[in-house]
């Protein structure tokens, strides 16, 4: 069984500094691990997507997520926060043959 | 344009009423799913299809029907069995009967029952 713990439910930062946000897993079996960006009133849209091979994946928008398997942890980083990057952000994480178990997200808010 | 398309976006109904949500896709896509979103709990499963013809519960599932008689379409119906019901509710469908875990959404559909 699979399942997905993000840490803080919001998180403010400055515009133009670095993005954070955390994220950690459980899986019984080699997992793939999702990053998911909702916009005010809309659905989801994948950022990025981590299945095999390099551990530090890039994705849309600036973002990247490295795959640790020590630490069973997917974070997700930006270098320097825009204003368009307010949005909920979700971490996710499948067994393959699984179903997609959804964390419950993060709300990132930028201040000017 | 291929995507997902749900309908209404918005939605009001009486306590009691059943409601259908439509879900039309043009992706080609195998796998199709219905979840509902509330404030600070993520995204719970409902229903979800591999395959026309077929569909199994989510974790949710109590007070929802769905069918799949097309593969482009899974509408989700919304019974008065639903103890409370408002809530947003996305669609999303996904290749390779889902496997890849990579999912396509919706806009959603915000439902208020008064």
């Known amino acids: 069984a699979q399942s997905v713990t993000q840490l803080g439910s919001h998180v403010s930062v400055s515009e133009g500094a670095l993005v954070l946000l955390r994220c950690n897993y459980s899986s019984s079996v080699p997992p793939y691990l999702f990053w998911y960006v909702q916009y005010p009133n809309q659905g989801l849209q994948l950022l990025l997507k981590y299945t095999t091979g390099a551990t530090l994946v890039k994705g849309i928008n600036g973002f990247e997520a490295e795959f640790k398997k020590s630490e069973t942890s997917f974070h997700l980083t930006k270098p320097s926060a825009h204003m368009s990057d307010a949005a909920e952000y979700f971490c996710?994480?499948?067994?393959?043959?699984?179903?997609?178990?959804f964390g419950k997200g993060t709300r990132l808010h930028i201040l000017p | 344009d291929g995507g997902i398309t749900q309908s209404p976006k918005y939605l009001f109904r009486k306590e009691g009423q059943n409601v259908t949500l439509s879900c039309e896709q043009n992706l080609n896509h195998d796998a199709m799913y219905w979840y509902r979103q509330d404030p600070g709990q993520g995204l719970r499963l409902i229903y979800y299809?591999?395959?026309?013809?077929?569909?199994q519960k989510g974790d949710i599932a109590e007070g929802y029907s769905v069918s799949r008689e097309k593969k482009e379409s899974f509408p989700l119906t919304v019974t008065s069995a639903q103890k409370n019901p408002t809530a947003f509710y996305l669609c999303a469908s996904a290749p390779e009967g889902g496997f890849s875990g990579e999912l396509f959404f919706g806009e959603g559909s915000r439902l208020t029952v008064l």
């Open positions: 996710a994480v499948t067994g393959r043959d699984d179903k997609i178990i």
């Open positions: 299809s591999q395959i026309v013809n077929d569909f």
